[in-house]
């Protein structure tokens, strides 16, 4: 009797603990975004990025690339999207990764993301 106590006692105890683990292991990310949400985010993400290349004096991405327009979805996967960006002035594509949440993962000038 003493035994089966300590099995359910034990069995419990474990539920108590997993609980808490269970509410707090996803996060709330919203929505997945769509392509044209994708294009909108990246562009932001892009104006973010030559405003801190032209603060630190940075010559990485100069103001020709808040001007580009010819932009479009590279690449989407299931959790991912490449947005590129085609500066004619510059002869460059850069490509933004975003999660599909439109959160920013990397950026480059190649486009191949390891581990996609």
Known sequence: M????????????????????????????????????????????????VEKSEASNDKKLNSSWAKVTDKTIFKKGLQY????FRNIEEQKTLYLLLNIYGEYIAANFHGNFKNL
């Open 2 to 49: 003493r035994t089966l106590m300590n099995i359910s006692l034990l069995c419990f105890l474990g539920l108590v603990l997993l609980i808490p683990n269970m509410a707090f292991s996803h996060s709330d990310h919203g929505e997945p975004i769509n392509d044209k949400q994708a294009i909108i985010v990246a562009s932001k993400y892009l104006e973010i990025m």
């Open 81 to 84: 999207f490449i947005v590129s």
